[in-house]
Every structure is written in structure tokens, then in C-alpha cells.
């Protein structure tokens, strides 16, 4: 594993009282964002009427009010609660395994997570074109239970080699490698499987915010929000991480039960967001470092939830490109994401590469 430059978690930002006005400005964009994920479309809504809808008064078209409430809406909120989640068990994974390239995708837990999706949408069999809208509260919940499960074990697995695994590089070549195993186990299922359960699973695949209903919201809302409050809580432990296991018991952490919770955290964020949006690729490497070249601190007090509101941001603003707002053109949401994502990698291989401190500033 490589070996992060011992550093100081606390910034200079907390005494000039710079850090919260940072998470502030933050808190302000995404709701910018959110704000044109509601008003911009194929249809364009003035934000004067989208802030009308919001608060329950009449718009000047009723069409609008159907736009936003049926679509928009859960759309918007899909995307923030998807980003905060892959942004903060991103943030997670490259402080558990201190490996500046870690994330849901390439260390190949969200490939578990799809394994998990397509055990049960191409074996079972409760699926439709819409994929999600299957037997009810307990087909939800089975197949986020499903995706969960398949991001907890790879996750594990990965765990698991990292002990016994001290090169990063190795251990990221370790994470393809168990994604290709997975992906190769779901090209047999859709071998095997019939026309429509293919379609749907890959139409699932590209990744979308859009086809989450209100219903489904009503699960993907607390996991997520439960698993982001269990990072919350685990900050200190992350902290403590991320100066090593030695320095960490010497604080008295319990670093087998630090490591089973950040564990628990990141399965369920990357698995509820793989099982309802499909798998979405480089918001989870991109946004924590994002966040700390940002902010200029490596405390995870503040990262944590600096990556929840820069996740939210970076989700809805992806998914808006992808609307192409004014046409009828739809793109897929993770060439978007690649497009944010890819140059944030390169920044993070040119910096290792002139020496500078990854996890610290």
C-alpha cells in the first residue's frame, strides 16, 4: 500500500472561520443546481415558476406543475442523494485502503453491486422495462438488499488482500481483476437469459437518474441517509486512519471495528445507488479529492460532508448535460460523468507524479 505523508488533519480554515463559509457556498450551488435540474428540460420552466410549484402555488400552466412534480423532482433528488453517496464512499475508500485512486468502480465493488442486481432481475425474474417497478416494497427492497450484498462481499474481498497486498498499484489491478470476474459471471447470466430481462438489465447499466419513482424514493432516502450518517460518525476514525493502523491504536481506536463500519457505510451507499441509478462511474474518485484540493484540509469532519454537497452538485449537473436541455436528445449519464471524472485522475497522476501529497496539503 502506498504510504500517505503523515499530516496534520486540522486546518488553518477553522480559526478564520473560512471552512464553514466554504461548506455554505457549497450548500448554495447545489442548490443552484438543483434549482435548474427543475427548470431547465426538453420543456423550459422559468425558476420564478418552478419556486411557485415548490411552495404550493398555482404556475401559469398546469402542464408544468405535472413536469416537475412527476418527473423533475424525484429526478433531481435521485441525482443529490446518488452523488452525496458515491462521493462520500469514494472519500471512505481511499482513506480505509490510503490509496489515492480507490473508489466504488474501480476497486470493483460497484461491479458487485451489479452482480448482485442482475442475480436477482435475470434469475428471478421480476423485471420489467423499468426495471425497478417490480413487486412492490419487497421487490425494492430485495434488490437493494441484492446490491448491497454484492458490494459488501467484493468490498471484503478487497479488504481482505489488502493485508496481504503493500504495492496500491497491485491492489488496484486486484480490484479490475474481481471486476472482470463479476462482469464475466453477469455475461453468462445474460447469456442465458431471455430478450427482455437483457434489455432491461442493460438499459439499467448505462445509469440514469430518471427512472426512480416516488415510491422508490421512499427506500433509496434513509439508506442513503443512513449510511451517510454512519460516515458522519466514523469521521473520527477516518481521521485516525489516515496516519496509519500504528498511530491509530495508539489513539485507541478499535480498528477492526472502524474497519467493519466504514465497510457497512460504503457497501450501502455504492450498493442502493448501483441497485436504483445503475452503476456510475468516477463522481466516487473524483469528488474527494475535489474536496480537499477545495477546502485545503484533510480533516474528514469537514470532508465528509464537503463530499455529500459536492457529490449533489456534480450529479445534477452531470444529469443535466446528459438532458441536452432544449432537445429531445438524451446522453448517456456516464460518458458525462467520465467527462468530469477523467481529468480529475489525471490532475491526481500528475500530482503524485511532481511529489506532493495526496491525503494531505
Known amino acids: 500500500m502506498a504510504n500517505a505523508v503523515p499530516v496534520s488533519t486540522e486546518s488553518p480554515w477553522p480559526r478564520l472561520g473560512l471552512r464553514p463559509l466554504a461548506l455554505l457556498v457549497m450548500a448554495g450551488v447545489w442548490a443552484g443546481a438543483f434549482l435548474l435540474s427543475l427548470a431547465l428540460g426538453s420543456v423550459r420552466i422559468p425558476l420564478d415558476q418552478v419556486l411557485t410549484i415548490l411552495v404550493g402555488g398555482e404556475p401559469l400552466r398546469a402542464t408544468w406543475a405535472t413536469i416537475v412534480y412527476d418527473f423533475r423532482l424525484p429526478k433531481a433528488l435521485t441525482a443529490a442523494l446518488a452523488g452525496a453517496a458515491l ?30 442486481v442482475a442475480l436477482v432481475v435475470l434469475t428471478v425474474g421480476a423485471a420489467n422495462t423499468a426495471l425497478l417497478a417490480v413487486a412492490g416494497l419487497l421487490g425494492n427492497l430485495g434488490l437493494v438488499a441484492a446490491a448491497c450484498l454484492g458490494a459488501g462481499l467484493v468490498l471484503l474481498l478487497v479488504l481482505a488482500l489488502a493485508r496481504r497486498v503493500q504495492s496500491s498499484v497491485t491492489l488496484l489491478i486486484l480490484g479490475l481483476m474481481i471486476g472482470y470476474l ?180
Not at 99 to 108: C, E
Open 87 to 116: 462521493g462520500v464512499s469514494g472519500l471512505q475508500m481511499q482513506t480505509l485502503f490510503r490509496n489515492p485512486l480507490a473508489d466504488p468502480f474501480v476497486l470493483g465493488v460497484s461491479s458487485g453491486a451489479s452482480l448482485g
Open 182 to 361: 463479476t462482469s464475466a459471471i453477469v455475461s453468462l447470466l445474460l447469456y442465458f437469459s431471455i430478450a427482455e430481462r437483457i434489455q432491461a438489465y442493460i438499459a439499467w447499466s448505462f445509469g440514469s437518474f430518471g427512472g426512480v419513482t416516488w415510491g422508490q424514493l421512499r427506500i433509496l432516502t434513509p439508506v442513503v441517509l443512513g449510511g451517510l450518517l454512519l460516515a458522519f460518525i466514523l469521521t473520527k476514525a477516518l481521521n485516525a486512519l489516515l496516519l496509519g493502523e500504528t498511530y491509530a491504536r495508539s489513539m485507541g481506536l478499535d480498528i477492526h471495528r472502524s474497519r467493519i463500519g466504514i465497510v457497512t457505510s460504503s457497501a450501502v451507499l455504492a450498493g442502493t445507488v448501483t441497485a436504483f441509478c445503475g452503476p456510475i462511474a468516477f463522481l466516487g474518485i473524483a469528488i474527494p479529492h475535489l474536496c480537499r484540493a477545495l477546502l485545503r484540509s484533510a480533516d474528514h469532519r469537514v470532508l465528509v460532508p464537503a463530499c455529500a454537497l459536492l457529490g449533489a452538485t456534480a450529479a445534477l449537473l452531470a444529469d443535466l448535460v446528459a438532458q441536452a436541455p432544449g432537445t429531445s436528445v438524451v446522453l448517456p449519464l456516464n460518458a458525462i460523468t467520465a467527462l468530469i471524472g477523467a481529468p480529475v485522475v489525471v490532475w491526481i497522476i500528475l500530482r503524485r507524479g511532481a511529489g506532493r501529497g495526496v491525503f494531505g496539503v
